[in-house]
């Protein structure tokens, strides 16, 4: 089993650390109703409750790690786990208890997507290439949630380079890892890439988690697992030492069981690196860190954009629309229908240029100065790596690696007009332009459709297509949260609030008002099918049993 191996190799560095015992390690017990409510608590209360004295950070973690060999089982989301976290935790506990001062999210474990370098474990991107690649590094952002007191519980698995390397792909399958289901309905997709970060989260399986997007890799799999997921502006979040996809579209991101969370790591990890360009203006555009009296009771004076263009034609996608837009306007907003918006009929291909031309250069720079003792150096070895490797197209092609390989040079007139056009098109002509027209200050859509079926012979397609704005946002590098909205089928869809670039504060303080009132929170059922919902079992079984 290729995942055992990975864990077993790359992860047991030390002697007697944690894993999940179907991996051969055996797990605490940890008394469940002793932790009690604080697994399911927000974080942002967990960290009071250690700071406090009445919780414990090593019994979080052992509470977490328990529940992950409980559950995780049936859903594979959590790829390895950090030996050293329980250490760390013992750690914290003793200094609280000596009285030493203790950062904003002390004790807290967090869950990592594994294109993200954490000095603990090796990153993979979920690539038999990079099962060595332990690096020793911690990514910036990483780095900024360990000053603040976060454990490093571990890796979540993803789809395999971030669902940038086949046209059939399958989201939430990585060589590695293998397959990610959805919590709520086993045979459904937990979307991607940020699989694992989201259906962990569903399950309640650490504190918090971190995703990354291109486009649609935090915000998908936040909706359809039914969590938070915070997409901020590119550029507000490092992203050195991050496997990278596209220069101009990738960002780190939250994933959480609610928006202040969300708030408070974005707050945390935001900031300038001089390694990153993109970062150079984030200084400035640092949200404050979410407080009681800075966080708003209600929305009078927001003017909300009601995108309908994209909103589909599923009717219980619509109820759950109509009755979230209610919910705002009984905050306080006023509505405003935005019924259609024009793009160039080369945006779809141009933007694909623009990411085929990105990750050719972008993974070279990686792959080449990567510390670890890696097989690969650049696309063309990991080709030809994949090429020789079984397991690796088992399931699906590599037709975007190849693509990429022959794609535009960054430094080509055919890739800058095509990033000219698209960061235009969804940004000046795009969010700019329908926020100012319609003088509304966010706009929403649905996040998109219900989960659809994992298919192994077709790749990901959703019957009812793919539906709401993040395209958009995540071509501008502009802020898009997600908040779980309701219940289609026994799985949740959410609500995408997007703003102006930088608006990363007001968007997170709109969206955490919105949650509040409105509520929604969809238990994970771990049904095989739906047709295994308690509602239906009598329906399908027939009358004459």
Known sequence: MIKRWYITIGVLLVAGCSLHSRDGVAVDEVNEVAVGKWLDSPAHQQVQAIKSGELKASSLVQGYLSRINELDTQVNSVLAINPSAMREAQAIDLKIANGEPVGKLAGLPILIKDNIETAELPTTAGSMALMNNITGRNAPIVEKLKAEGAIVLGKTNLSEWANFRSESSISGWSAVGGLTRNPHILSRSACGSSSGSGAAMSLRLASLAIGTETNGSIICPSSLNGVVGFKPSVGLLSRSHIVPISSSQDTAGPMTSNVIDAWLMTAIMAGSDSDDSATEEADAHIPRTPSQAMINTDLKGIRVGVVRYRQGDNPHVLAVYEKALAQLKAAGATLVEINDFNQPDSFWADSYTVLLSEFHATLNDYLATSPADIPVRNLADLIAFNNENDRELALFDQSIFEKSLSAPNIDSSEYKEALSLVKETAGTNGIDTLLHQHNVDVLVAPSNSPSFLIDGVYGDHSPAGFIGIGYLAAV????????????????????????????DQKILSIGSVFEAKHGFYLKPGLLPTRFDAPALRNVVSGVAN
Do not use: C, M, N, R
């Open 476 to 503: 501008a590098g502009y802020p898009h949260l997600t908040v779980p909205a309701g219940e289609v089928k026994d799985l949740p869809v959410g609500i995408s609030f997007i703003g102006a670039k930088w608006q």
